[in-house]
C-alpha cells in the first residue's frame, strides 16, 4: 500500500514529506560526507543552493542503503563523479548543532576522485561542484565541515569520534 501512495506522490512533495518526517521523529539521520582529492591533489567541494556555501559532497542515508552506496551515490549526484576511490573512514561527527535543519550524525571518508563529469543532478539542491587548490579554498564550509577536511589535510590519522 505504502509504494502505491508514494508513487502518486510527486518528487518534490515526497522531499518535504522525508524532510518533516525527520523532525517529526526526533531521531538523529546517518550521513556520509567524502572529503574528496584528485590525485594531483586537488579538493572537491560544492556550492549549496540553499546556503550558497561551499561545502563537502555527502549526504543522508536511504532506507536499506549501505554507507559506501550512499558515498557512490551522493558523489554522482552532487558533484558528478563516477569514479572513486576510498582511502579510509575519518571517524563521526554527532554534535547535534553541526546542522541546523536536523540531528545529524555523519560518518567522515578520505577518498580520491577522478574530475567529476558532469554537472550536479538537482541544481536546485547544488549550485555546482568544482576542483580547489590548497590556496584557493574558502575559509569556512557549510555546516562546519571544516574539521572533518581539517584531518586530511593536516595528515591526521586517528580516527575522530565527535
Known sequence: MRRVILRWLPKAAYGIVHEATRHLLRRPVVGISAVARTRDGRWLLIRRGDTGTWGLPGGTLEWGETLRTALD???DEEAGVTSLELVRVLGAWS?????PRFHAVTIGVECIVEAPT????NPLEIR????????ELPETLAFDMHDLLAVVRQGGTQ????
Request: glycine share 0%; aromatic share 4%; net charge positive.
Open 159 to 162: 580516527t575522530v569520534l565527535e
Open 128 to 135: 555546482e561542484a568544482r576542483l580547489f587548490r590548497d590556496d
Open 95 to 99: 554534535k547535534p548543532s553541526r546542522d
Open 73 to 75: 551515490r551522493e558523489l
Open 118 to 121: 558532469k554537472a550536479p543532478k
